[in-house]
Every structure is written in structure tokens, then in C-alpha cells.
T-cell receptor, first 113, second 112 residues
Framework: SAVISQKPSRDICQRGTSLTIQCQVD?????MFWYRQQPGQSLTLIAT?????????ESGFVIDKFPISRPNLTFSTLTVSNMSPEDSSIYLC??????????FGPGTRLLVL | GEDVEQSLFLSVREGDSSVINCTYT??????LYWYKQEPGAGLQLLTY?????DMKQDQRLTVLLNKKDKHLSLRIADTQTGDSAIYFC????????????FGAGTQVVVTP
């Protein structure tokens, strides 16, 4: 199974600042995704990170707030811009392998003060 | 629309079997997944089942799928304290590569 790492694992940030989260996979994967898990909640898909083109965002998420890069088949970044306390969440990177199995990274725990 | 529902809490004694239930509404689901989230950790894929199967067994885990009733369950045999976690049911529909619809999660507490 794909091994996914994320950096940072956690951070505490001030409102109005931005944080970039990195996701690294140990193998080339076609599909990479970013999810958000708000405190005590389930997971919600933010966007699909497309290699070589702009990310595809889900309803309620916009590029200006969550810009995503996908420079190659093993790496992606998600930036949380102009943060507010409502952005305090766990952000998880995910990949699909073999068309049926979907794996998640360990998550980045973000607290915005 | 898409909706996945789970009971929020389950308490079970060590050594007993746990059964976690999940219902979904999208009849076009292709795969259904069970993930485990321990405190402070990410999501661990436990098992998954293809929609044309009724049952899948993997060591202590048994997944049952009733497609007619859109009901999925996860049975954990001989539950251990290390099984204490939040368990998420998720469905993947045919037109949503990578977009899993998650339930709210079931908190399982294993007592000695």
C-alpha cells in the first residue's frame, strides 16, 4: 500500500496568516486528494489535486482560499490562506491506488488563534 | 442525494464481538470502506467490499453488505483494547473517483 507522509504534523497559527501543508507519497499515483476534518466531524473532500493542471474544487471550497499545487505524481501542497479560527481542522492528503483502495496520510492538525 | 449514517457510540467488553452498523442511500455505490482513526492519528484503511459481494472476511474483521437495504456492517471478533477508536464507514459512487462520502463515525470504547 502507498505510504503517505505530511508536513507539518501540527501547527498553531495566527489569524490572517497562511500555512502550506506538504504531502509526499512513496510511489507515483495518478489521483491525489485533500480532505478536511473539522473538530468532532467527519471528513469532507476539499479538492482533487491534478498533475499538470488546476485542482478541481468541491462545492464550498475555492482556489483563493485553498490553493493547491501538484508538480509531479508523488507530491502535492495545500495552502490554507488568510486563516481564521474556523479553519482549525485536520487536513488529510489521500491517494487512490489500483482504482479501488484509498489511503490517507497521517493528517496535519491546524489550530488557528 | 448522498448520505451515510452510523450510530455514534458503541461500548463493548474486551473479548466480545463488536458490530458497527452503517446505512447509505446512494444505490450506485461501487465500493464501501471501513476506516479506523485512533486518537491523534490519521485514517487507517481496515477493509473494503465491492458492491457485488455480500460478505468479506479478513482475520478478525467481517464485513456484511445488504445491498437491497443499503446496509453495511463491520464485525470485530474478540475485541481488544487496541480496537478502541473511531470507525468510519465510507462509500464510493461510480462517478466520484477519490470522493468518498463518509459517515459521522462510530466511537468504539472497549472496556476490560
Amino acid at each position: 500500500s502507498a505510504v503517505i507522509s505530511q508536513k507539518p504534523s501540527r501547527d498553531i497559527c495566527q489569524r490572517g496568516t497562511s500555512l502550506t501543508i506538504q504531502c509526499q507519497v512513496d510511489s507515483q499515483v495518478t489521483m491525489m486528494f485533500w480532505y478536511r476534518q473539522q473538530p468532532g466531524q467527519s471528513l469532507t473532500l476539499i479538492a482533487t489535486a491534478n498533475q499538470g493542471s488546476e485542482a478541481t474544487y468541491e462545492s464550498g471550497f475555492v482556489i483563493d482560499k485553498f490553493p493547491i499545487s501538484r508538480p509531479n505524481l508523488t507530491f502535492s501542497t495545500l495552502t490554507v490562506s488568510n486563516m481564521s479560527p474556523e479553519d482549525s481542522s485536520i487536513y488529510l492528503c489521500s491517494v487512490v491506488e489500483g482504482g479501488e483502495t484509498q489511503y490517507f496520510g497521517p493528517g496535519t492538525r491546524l489550530l488557528v488563534l | 442525494g448522498e448520505d451515510v449514517e452510523q450510530s455514534l457510540f458503541l461500548s463493548v467488553r474486551e473479548g466480545d464481538s463488536s458490530v458497527i452498523n452503517c446505512t447509505y442511500t446512494d444505490s450506485s455505490s461501487t465500493y464501501l470502506y471501513w476506516y479506523k482513526q485512533e486518537p491523534g492519528a490519521g485514517l487507517q484503511l481496515l477493509t473494503y467490499i465491492f458492491s457485488n459481494m455480500d460478505m468479506k472476511q479478513d482475520q478478525r474483521l467481517t464485513v456484511l453488505l445488504n445491498k437491497k437495504d443499503k446496509h453495511l456492517s463491520l464485525r470485530i471478533a474478540d475485541t481488544q483494547t487496541g480496537d478502541s477508536a473511531i470507525y468510519f464507514c465510507a462509500e464510493k459512487t461510480t462517478d466520484s473517483w477519490g470522493k468518498l462520502q463518509f459517515g459521522a463515525g462510530t466511537q468504539v470504547v472497549v472496556t476490560p
